[in-house]
C-alpha cells in the first residue's frame, strides 16, 4: 500500500481520537448537569404535586363551577411546546414532534407556543400560528422569564382568547428514558364529586381560587420545564457516550486497517529488497 494510503489512516485515526476526546468530556458535563438537574427537579416535583391537591381540594369546596373550569368555545386552543435549543441529544426532540405532529388539530383551531429553539426549527414550516419564544437556551432557567410567560398565558384564557391551555413536553423518566407528555393546564378540571366540610376561610373561596391559580399555572410551568431539561441533559448524555464507544470501534477497525497496510509495506519493501540482493549475485 501507497505511503498516501497510510497518511489518510493516520489523519483519520488523529480525527477520531479528537472526536472521542470531544464526545468523553461533553458526556462527563452532561452527567454533571444532569445531577444537578436531577436535584431540582426532586425539590419541584413535591411543590408542584401539593399545588395541584391544594387546588383541586379548594374546587371540590365550590358550589358552582368555577368560570376558570370553563373553556370559551369559539377561541383556538393554545399548545405550549417545550423542546430544548442545543443539539447533540439524541432523539430527544424528534421523538416528541414525531409524536406530537398526529395529535395537533386542524390550524385553524390551535395556536402554538414554543419554548425551544429545535421544535422551532421543526414547525416553523407548518401552517400553525406560531409565537417563538427561547426560554431554554440559557444555561439555567430563567424564572423571571417563566413568570412571564406564565402569567400571559394565563391573562389570555381569562380573558376568553383561548380555550384551553396544553403543556407538551418530555417528562424524565431516567437516565435513557424521556417520556412525551400532554399535560392540560387549563380549563381547571371539574371534581368528580363535591365535597363538603365545615370550613371558614379568609379571604373567601372564590377569591382564593383567583389569587392561587395563576400561582398554580406559574408552577406548573417551571415543573414541565425542568421535566424537559432534565431529561434533555440524560438524553445528551446518553448520546455521547453512543458516540465515544461508536468511536472507539471506528478506531479499533482503522487501527487493524492501519496495520494491515502498514505490515503489508514493510513486507513489500523487504521483498523488493530481496529481490534486488538476488539481482545483484546474478
Known sequence: MSSGKLRELRGRIRSIIAIQQTTRAMRMIAAVKLR?????????????DHSKTLLHLLLTQTDEIH????????????????SSSR???GAFNSTLIRWLLPQLPAPSTVELLI????????????????????????????EEAVKSVAASIFERFRIGQVR???????????VGKFIPTSEQLL??????????????TEPSLDELIE??????????????????????????????????????????????????????????????IVAGAEALKG
Open 36 to 48: 444537578k438537574a436531577q436535584d431540582r427537579l426532586q425539590r419541584l416535583r413535591p411543590f408542584r
Open 67 to 82: 368560570p376558570y373550569q370553563l373553556a370559551s368555545p369559539t377561541s383556538p386552543s393554545l399548545f405550549v411546546i417545550l
Open 87 to 89: 443539539g447533540l441529544c
Open 115 to 142: 419554548l425551544g429553539k429545535k421544535a422551532y426549527e421543526a414547525l416553523r414550516r407548518t401552517p400553525y400560528k406560531i409565537d417563538y419564544q427561547d426560554l431554554l437556551g440559557g444555561r439555567n432557567i430563567d
Open 164 to 174: 384551553e391551555v396544553v403543556l407538551i413536553y418530555n417528562r424524565f423518566g431516567g
Open 187 to 200: 380549563p381547571l378540571p371539574q371534581p368528580a364529586e363535591r365535597e363538603s366540610r365545615p370550613w371558614l
Open 211 to 272: 389569587r392561587f391559580t395563576p400561582e398554580y399555572v406559574e408552577i406548573a410551568l417551571l415543573a414541565a420545564m425542568q421535566e424537559s431539561v432534565t431529561a434533555e441533559h440524560a438524553a445528551r448524555m446518553v448520546a455521547m457516550q453512543a458516540a465515544t464507544d461508536n468511536a472507539e470501534e471506528l478506531l479499533q477497525n482503522l487501527r487493524l486497517q492501519y496495520n494491515k497496510a502498514r505490515q503489508a509495506s514493510i513486507t513489500k519493501e523487504l521483498l523488493e
